[in-house]
């Protein structure tokens, strides 16, 4: 009889709890990304992506399709080989359907997807508040 109690015991434990275990947090409160608008240019951290959309995404400000993820550019105009800790955001052209290059608005360099626009140690050097060259 004890037997038969645990059994039943467990097995309701497990059913009221399945839901929770199945239950994927990230895929219930959607990603958080980095997004930018790409007729006002206002750059939003927190913006909050169903599960399943992509890029460009609705605006809930405006009800438009106009929020992309951005490239960062850490690079300092006029200074090679200096980086800076606040990046300036950037839309690639190609995410736009525009034809060429992307260049950044700041310092003039090429952004690519993946952009590298700086040395890792010149970005480190930024981050920890010291100059560095390339």
């Not at 015991?9 to 990304?33: I, K, M, Q, T």
């Not at 913006?47 to 490239?71: Q, W, Y």
């Amino acid at each position: 009889m004890a037997c038969l109690i645990s059994a039943c015991s467990l097995a309701l434990l497990a059913w009221l709890a399945a839901p929770h275990l199945r239950a994927d947090p990230f895929n219930r409160s959607g990603r958080v990304l980095t997004v930018m608008d790409s007729v006002t240019g206002v750059v939003r951290h927190d913006f909050r992506a169903p599960p399943d959309a992509s890029p460009p995404f609705v605006n809930p400000g405006t009800g438009d399709r106009t929020l992309f993820l951005p490239e960062r550019c850490h690079a300092v105009r006029g200074s090679p080989g200096l980086a800076t800790r606040t990046p300036t955001f950037v839309i690639l052209n190609e995410d736009l359907g525009r034809d060429g290059p992307t260049r950044c608005p700041d310092c003039g360099r090429a952004v690519t997807r993946h952009n590298k626009s700086v040395s890792d140690g010149a970005l480190a050097a930024a981050f920890a508040g010291a100059p560095a060259s390339e």
